[in-house]
């Protein structure tokens, strides 16, 4: 059974910091991309961060850039974004998901095979 569980979330002030993990399982790590992905109230699911779990490579949102940081531990199955810096407009419900690497193309756009149940990140102002 594939599950992707996050965990990590939980209320903070602004300029705080949260880590989020996605623990992945019943699927080849290895060969999947991990990308997070964040909806608020009201507004439309965003593309925050994804990883290449083969080789690394990533992808940040411009609005997220320079200040949350994805990274991935293979022998755990778990990607994890690290959250500095934060804002009250960080204030959503975070997803991560997963994608075959082959299918990918880099970014937030491709059609993501699994997803989690989500984790609320509150950032008080």
């Known amino acids: 059974e594939v599950q992707l569980v996050e965990s990590g979330g939980g209320l903070v002030q602004a300029g705080g910091s949260l880590r989020l993990s996605c623990a992945a399982s019943?699927?080849?790590?290895?060969?999947?991309?991990i990308g997070w992905f964040r909806q608020a109230p009201g507004k439309e699911r965003e593309g925050v961060s994804c990883i290449s779990s083969s080789d690394g490579s990533t992808y940040y949102a411009d609005s997220v850039k320079g200040r949350f940081t994805i990274s991935s531990d293979n022998a755990k199955n778990t990607v994890y974004l690290q959250m500095n810096s934060l804002k009250p407009e960080d204030t959503a419900v975070y997803y991560c998901?997963?994608?075959?690497?082959?299918?990918w193309g880099g970014g937030p756009s491709a059609e993501y095979d699994y997803w989690g149940q989500g984790t609320q990140v509150t950032v008080s102002s």
């Open positions: 019943g699927f080849t790590f290895d060969d999947y991309a």
């Open positions: 998901a997963a994608v075959i690497t082959t299918g």
